[in-house]
């Protein structure tokens, strides 16, 4: 059913979604300062990381642009030493 300017005419809509990944696997050594600087252990953690955005975008009006999102992360990680 057309709108009360008669034109039935849907307005240009985008959508945008992207999703991500990274992964880390980082690692260091400590030592017993102050007494020494004997290398006492390597430890290290894993890092995954999931990120996604979701945008929607449409024309209104007189050549205004609406623009509504939302975004997401997960994340998990791993500690260990050796």
């Known amino acids: 059913m057309p709108h009360k300017g008669g034109s039935n005419r849907v307005p240009p809509c985008a959508t945008n979604l992207k999703v991500g990944y990274r992964g880390y696997d980082r690692t260091w050594e400590e030592d017993n300062y102050p007494k020494s600087l004997a290398l006492d252990s390597d430890k290290g953690v894993e890092q995954h990381i ?3 955005d979701l945008s929607v975008s449409f024309d209104h009006m007189k050549g205004a642009l609406l623009t509504v999102g939302t975004d997401y992360q997960r994340v ?3 500690t260990g030493a050796k």
């Open 76 to 78: 998990s990680y791993e």
């Open 50 to 52: 999931l990120p996604a």
